[in-house]
């Protein structure tokens, strides 16, 4: 299955050119060890490696929409790593404490991806360019038992991003709102998103022998920013609405706490600055201690 794996992936690079350099430098494998509880799964990790299963990639071809439909996942899958999601669920995690849910944590993730790749498979099935010679648009939703969740699944506005719909997913689980079950044949409760994928560390191991490198936080940055350029580079329209503001909102960077470098410029600095007429702390000048105070 790693041809049909190949061409989900070259249908990808098509629908979204832009998306061409971070396809190229995740790595990926096909493997029968790609399970989650033991189902088969189509997932990405943490360092950016793309794990799945034939059997999977079996099932989505046959009832889930074809390769179209692969094509869609695995782009679903590439934009947790360019929205950097597994660091921002690291953050909320802090923040929330013994209050986080990991089960809203990763259907806001779906929800923050899924509206902007829903956008493009829209345009994929109006723009001829973005169609095969078989006149089939190059990606289109998965259907059937593989179809994602969207904001309109639970009353909430496109555009939000992970953290907002968090807050807002929290809110109506507590007003006895359901969540979907994770489906690992989808991509859902893989390790990007807080589920626990089988075989991980032997995966990463036989990855690793295919000649993959993981990818650090560093690497996965560099990638983003690459991605970032690629976009700004499209001519107007081109680009999903919300995708180049969730890869920019990745790339921010940390807030900078003005209060502490400010107690630290002036403790450092109080003492040494001296000038011809002012009243310090420091040994004062001595032309200003002749003419008096």
């Given at each position: 299955?790693?041809?049909?794996?190949?061409?989900?992936?070259?249908?990808?690079?098509?629908?979204?050119?832009?998306?061409?350099?971070?396809?190229?430098?995740?790595?990926?494998?096909?493997?029968?060890?790609?399970?989650?509880?033991?189902?088969?799964?189509?997932?990405?990790?943490?360092?950016?490696?793309?794990?799945?299963?034939?059997?999977?990639?079996?099932?989505?071809?046959?009832?889930?929409?074809?390769?179209?439909?692969?094509?869609?996942?695995?782009?679903?899958?590439?934009?947790?790593?360019?929205?950097?999601?597994?660091?921002?669920?690291?953050?909320?995690?802090?923040?929330?404490?013994?209050?986080?849910?990991?089960?809203?944590?990763?259907?806001?993730?779906?929800?923050?991806?899924?509206?902007?790749?829903?956008?493009?498979?829209?345009?994929?099935?109006?723009?001829?360019?973005?169609?095969?010679?078989?006149?089939?648009?190059?990606?289109?939703?998965?259907?059937?038992?593989?179809?994602?969740?969207?904001?309109?699944?639970?009353?909430?506005?496109?555009?939000?991003?992970?953290?907002?719909?968090?807050?807002?997913l929290k809110q109506k689980k507590e007003e006895g709102e359901k969540m979907p079950e994770p489906h690992p044949g989808a991509g859902g409760d893989g390790e990007i998103d807080g589920g626990k994928m089988d075989n991980l560390p032997q995966l990463k191991e036989l990855i690793g022998s295919q000649g993959f490198e993981a990818q650090t936080e560093k690497d996965q940055e560099d990638i983003r920013k690459q991605v970032e350029r690629d976009m700004k580079g499209m001519k107007p329209g081109a680009v999903p609405k919300g995708l180049l503001q969730g890869t920019q909102t990745a790339l921010v960077p940390e807030p900078v706490d003005w209060q502490a470098h400010f107690r630290c410029a002036i403790s450092v600095n109080v003492d040494h600055r001296r000038g011809a007429m002012e009243y310090l702390f420091g040994t004062p000048n001595r032309r200003q201690a002749a003419l008096g105070y």
């Open positions: 299955m790693i041809d049909r794996f190949l061409l989900a992936r070259h249908r990808a690079r098509k629908a979204a050119v832009y998306f061409s350099h971070i396809l190229r430098k995740l790595g990926y494998c096909v493997s029968e060890m790609a399970t989650t509880g033991g189902m088969p799964t189509l997932g990405v990790t943490d360092e950016g490696a793309l794990f799945a299963h034939p059997k999977a990639l079996e099932d989505i071809e046959k009832v889930g929409g074809g390769l179209p439909a692969i094509a869609f996942i695995l782009l679903h899958e590439v934009c947790h790593v360019l929205f950097n999601h597994p660091k921002r669920r690291k953050k909320l995690m802090e923040k929330e404490r013994g209050a986080f849910d990991q089960e809203v944590s990763a259907t806001a993730m779906d929800l923050s991806i899924n509206w902007i790749l829903r956008e493009l498979a829209k345009r994929c099935a109006q723009d001829p360019d973005l169609k095969d010679p078989s006149r089939i648009p190059w990606i289109t939703e998965p259907i059937g038992p593989y179809k994602g969740c969207f904001p309109s699944d639970f009353e909430l506005k496109d555009g939000l991003e992970y953290e907002a719909y968090y807050e807002l």
